[in-house]
Nanobody, 124 residues
Framework: VQLQAYGGGLVQAGGSLRLSCAAS????????MGWFRQAPGKERELVSC????????YYADSVKGRFTISRDNAKNTVHLQMNSLKPEDTGVHYC??????????????????WGQGTLVTVSS
């Protein structure tokens, strides 16, 4: 499956961004989806993931209450609505797909396909 992430940009602290990821090539609903973030000099970390049928979601503690993940299997898209952004949210954000973990996974090693990343920069 091919993934195309977009929607990043520069925003002031407290602002909002909506990331989107468009999938093509295979049956989208066969994959759980995740959003990862990688800040400069740091490891890639899971921000949020959503199960194949959108019944289960997971959020890192750092983003709970501020971010919302959603997916539309009819349109082969997954979104990450990011509100109340903080400077520590800065980083390249990647969408990823896994067929091995039906509810998604915190480990980037469980994901089979990756988008190219979109940069989010939050200024203080």
């Amino acid at each position: 499956v091919q993934l195309q992430a977009y929607g990043g940009g520069l925003v002031q602290a407290g602002g909002s961004l909506r990331l989107s990821c468009a999938a093509s090539g295979r049956t989208f609903s066969n994959y759980a989806m995740g959003w990862f973030r990688q800040a400069p000099g740091k490891e890639r970390e899971l921000v949020s993931c959503i199960s194949r049928g959108a019944t289960t979601t997971y959020y890192a503690d750092s983003v709970k209450g501020r971010f919302t993940i959603s997916r539309d299997n009819a349109k082969n898209t997954v979104h990450l609505q990011m509100n109340s952004l903080k400077p520590e949210d800065t980083g390249v954000h990647y969408c990823a797909a896994t067929a091995r973990a039906p509810y998604g996974s915190r480990s980037f090693r469980e994901y089979d396909y990756w988008g190219q990343g979109t940069l989010v920069t939050v200024s203080s």
